[in-house]
């Protein structure tokens, strides 16, 4: 199955109609199909020299049947009419198998759901020659500084669409390339990493240059005690510690009493200056238009001026609190319920250089890893800083910095925002990608000097 290609889709309803023939054959009539294909290749580059090109491509069908309030999906790679039907008769047996669940709704029904186009033609055919001397050129900036260069790049395409036999059927293509470096010296290292639905989008020597700087920049790092600081997260580490709230932000969680956001909806939480959406539809956003159902996803307005405002909701947690659902649900069966993936934080005006020349003094922070929670009501999450992190004196990078282990609240920090840059696309460790600003923080808290 290639994705770049409309026949699949026609493939995909000529299988959904072969699902549905075993299905009724087995006396099951409620019968729901999703469709995926991968076609992915990723050059790998480590010690200035690229040393693995690979490739691979999958598919696959996971067939749900539902009867008498019971559910269950059986998943194969093998898309053979002998292999379907095994699904199908998988699917059966685990339902039969299952508890009744009073609360299974019957399977979703025709949605119109908006096209994204979100496929790059270019992208798709992109070879090993083309990454290929894309990471020479990036690995030539590192080395010509006497430094060295590791890190990826991934170019691929791929559909997921979903058909149900009560006249569901949605579909979606996409691209995406992926270009990610560290640069590493003698005592420090810098890093950058971007991801777009078009490689055009991505500028490997400019990534280069910005990870190599940062780690000349950072050599020699210097220790200060930890404490309480002025901080300019850069947008990828805005994304990995702010990106950990998402997940509250879900019906069921709420309702479980498991989100921070349990009697607080509505509350104002935050600063006056932090807008966070959910959008699919957004430009530099990806990925399908709808859920695990096969419901459109719609926009939400998560924080306006600081307020929390909307959840996530699948059918079911909808149909629970009777209201429309949004499109956020995954697959059934499934324990979690649904959470927004298409975050867009809103940003500002001033840039990551204006930031630091307004600060007397405070710490540059490219990026955080290893981030864990400490505290979940108040969203206090702990992890370390990595790959470029520089005092701030008089306006200005006075030097390198040893990595921090930071303690910090979440809640807190979106209440101490002095400023924002644009908001762009971020790649980052923890967390999916999103759209998000560069943000300036008073009073962030690092309790310890790492090791790291």
């Known amino acids: 199955m290639q994705p770049e290609h409309k026949s699949d889709l026609s493939q995909c309803r000529e299988l959904f109609g072969a699902v549905q023939q075993a299905a009724a054959s087995l006396g099951v009539f409620d019968v729901e199909a999703l469709f995926g294909a991968h076609c992915g290749a990723l050059t790998r580059f480590a010690n200035n020299t690229i040393h693995q090109n690979v490739a ?60 994204t186009k979100r496929f790059d033609a270019a992208t798709a055919a992109a070879t090993p020659e083309h990454r290929g001397r894309a990471v020479a050129e990036a690995i030539r900036i590192v080395e010509s500084a006497g430094q ?49 639905v078009s490689h055009a989008a991505i500028d490997p020597v400019a990534l280069a240059r910005g990870a190599s700087e940062k780690a000349r920049l950072s050599s020699d790092p210097q220790e200060i005690a930890p404490g309480r600081y002025t901080v300019i997260l850069e947008p990828a ?49 990806a990925g399908v238009p709808f859920d695990g159902e096969g419901v459109p996803r719609r926009k939400l307005t998560l924080v306006d001026a600081g307020v929390p405002r909307e959840l996530a909701y699948s059918r079911s947690s909808a149909h629970r609190a009777g209201v429309e659902p949004t ?23 001033t840039s990551v250089d204006q930031m630091i020349a307004s600060t007397d003094r405070g710490i540059l922070v490219t990026r955080l890893w290893y981030i864990r929670e400490v505290e979940p009501y108040d969203k206090i999450m702990t992890g370390m800083t990595r790959d470029g992190t520089f005092l701030i004196e008089d306006g200005r990078l006075s030097c390198g910095l040893r990595n921090f282990r930071f303690n ?33 923080v008073r009073n962030f808290s690092f309790t310890e000097v790492t090791r790291f």
């Open 56 to 115: 691979e491509q999958d598919r696959w069908i996971s067939i749900r049947v539902a009867l008498d309030q019971r559910t269950a999906r059986a998943t194969t790679n093998r898309l053979d009419p002998n292999s379907v039907r095994g699904a199908v008769e998988q699917a059966l047996a685990l339902a039969r198998s299952a508890a009744p669940n009073s609360d299974l709704l019957p399977l979703n029904e025709n949605s119109l759901i908006a096209e």
């Open 148 to 196: 060295t260069a590791a890190g990826i790049y991934s170019t691929g395409q791929s559909i997921e669409a979903i058909f149900n036999s009560r006249g569901v059927s949605a579909w979606h293509a996409e691209t995406m390339a992926q270009f990610s470096i560290t640069a590493m010296a003698g005592d420090s290292s810098g890093w950058a990493k971007a991801s777009a």
């Open 237 to 285: 580490a805005v994304l990995d510690l702010v990106g950990q709230m998402f997940g509250d932000f879900s019906a069921t969680s709420v309702s479980d009493s498991r989100s921070f956001l349990t009697d607080r909806l509505g509350t104002k939480l935050f600063g006056d200056n932090i807008h966070i959406w959910d959008d699919v539809a957004h430009p530099l956003q």
């Open 327 to 349: 499109g956020h649900g995954f697959p059934l069966p499934n324990e979690v319920g649904e959470a927004p993936l298409n975050i867009v934080i809103a940003g500002g005006s």
């Open 408 to 440: 910090q609240g979440i809640i807190e920090l979106l209440n101490n925002v002095e400023a924002l840059s644009p908001a762009v696309r971020a790649s980052g460790e923890e967390a999916f990608d999103m759209v998000v600003p560069a943000m300036k």
